[in-house]
């Protein structure tokens, strides 16, 4: 007994050994492709990463907006999404990647995950107004034209919970169903705080200006503004406006999508 003791105790560093191998040789050829849901699953199919190659590693794919599970109006930004994994933190239970836009995005960010939950360092991208279709209504309709820049501070998520802030910056706006061209200037600020999160809507420059507030939860989106066309283009306006919501009065319409327009 005390002989098979010995023996098994002299083995059992080469089995740990052995099976740490190839635990590591499974992770290391772990492909992309093991990536691409978790961002699907994160944003409920909004933002995805699709046609992915390499490995976890050292990878890359191409970034899909959509506006739902649906995808017959998803868009695709030009350029592709590329990451490299740090392996000495898969020890202790976290992964960090390093991930940027090849096309979009002029410094890398920096994703940082454990059980607990995830940061993403702050970071910018510049895209086309033309990939908001992929957001859906009104977006699609109007087919934006112009240069978006996205800022965004740490984002921080815990289970279904987000924290961080987004700015998102329209510059010179242009659509296809408008001969005013620039339209105008716009920003929007997203803040998540939790479950929910708010979203307000300011004009930088018009002749077309827009305005509003919305709300958004897990099962719940509204939004209400206001847009209405400086004095000069308010005749060249008037077919736009009329797209885009209700006539209130002098020359305004509302702006009301997603459940607050039950």
Same mark, same amino acid.
């Given at each position: 007994?005390?002989?098979?003791?010995?023996?098994?105790?002299?083995?059992?560093?080469?089995?740990?050994?052995?099976?740490?191998?190839?635990?590591?040789?499974?992770?290391?050829?772990?492909?992309?492709?093991?990536?691409?849901?978790?961002?699907?699953?994160?944003?409920?199919?909004?933002?995805?990463?699709?046609?992915?190659?390499?490995?976890?590693?050292?990878?890359?794919?191409?970034?899909?907006?959509?506006?739902?599970?649906?995808?017959?109006?998803?868009?695709?930004?030009?350029?592709?999404?590329?990451?490299?994994?740090?392996?000495?933190?898969?020890?202790?239970?976290?992964?960090?990647?390093?991930?940027?836009?090849?096309?979009?995005?002029?410094?890398?960010?920096?994703?940082?995950?454990?059980?607990?939950? !995830?940061?993403? #360092?702050?970071?910018?991208? @510049?895209?086309? +107004?033309? &990939? *908001?279709?992929? $957001? %859906?209504? /009104?977006?699609?309709?109007?087919?934006?034209?112009?240069?978006?820049?996205?800022?965004?501070?740490?984002?921080?998520?815990?289970?279904?919970?987000?924290?961080?802030?987004?700015?998102?910056?329209?510059?010179?706006?242009?659509?296809?169903?408008?001969?005013?061209?620039?339209?105008?200037?716009?920003?929007?600020?997203?803040?998540?705080?939790?479950?929910?999160?708010?979203?307000?809507?300011?004009?930088?420059?018009?002749?077309?200006?827009?305005?509003?507030?919305?709300?958004?939860?897990?099962?719940?989106?509204?939004?209400?503004?206001? !847009?209405?066309? #400086?004095?000069?283009?308010? @005749?060249?306006? +008037?077919? &736009? *406006?009329?797209? $885009? %919501?209700? /006539?209130?009065?002098?020359?305004?319409?509302?702006?009301?999508?997603?459940?607050?327009?039950?």
């Amino acid at each position: 007994m005390t002989r098979w003791l010995r023996r098994l105790g002299a083995a059992l560093p080469w089995v740990a050994a052995g099976g740490l191998a190839s635990v590591v040789t499974l992770v290391a050829l772990a492909p992309a492709a093991w990536v691409a849901p978790q961002f699907a699953r994160a944003t409920h199919g909004r933002v995805n990463l699709v046609d992915p190659d390499g490995s976890l590693w050292h990878g890359g794919a191409t970034l899909l907006l959509a506006p739902g599970a649906d995808r017959s109006a998803s868009t695709l930004l030009p350029g592709r999404v590329e990451w490299r994994t740090e392996f000495w933190p898969l020890l202790t239970g976290r992964v960090r990647m390093r991930m940027w836009q090849t096309d979009a995005m002029r410094n890398p960010i920096t994703l940082d995950a454990t059980w607990r939950g !995830a940061v993403v #360092s702050s970071g910018a991208m @510049a895209v086309p +107004a033309s &990939l *908001l279709a992929g $957001l %859906g209504t /009104p977006f699609n309709t109007l087919d934006l034209q112009g240069d978006v820049r996205l800022r965004w501070s740490d984002w921080r998520l815990f289970g279904n919970d987000a924290f961080g802030r987004l700015n998102v910056t329209i510059d010179s706006m242009s659509s296809r169903v408008s001969r005013v061209k620039p339209l105008g200037s716009y920003e929007a600020v997203l803040f998540a705080q939790g479950a929910g999160a708010n979203l307000d809507l300011t004009t930088l420059k018009g002749p077309l200006f827009l305005d509003g507030h919305g709300e958004f939860g897990a099962a719940s989106a509204s939004f209400r503004g206001t !847009a209405h066309a #400086s004095p000069e283009q308010q @005749a060249n306006l +008037a077919g &736009l *406006l009329n797209l $885009l %919501g209700r /006539p209130i009065g002098n020359g305004a319409v509302s702006l009301i999508y997603g459940d607050a327009a039950r």
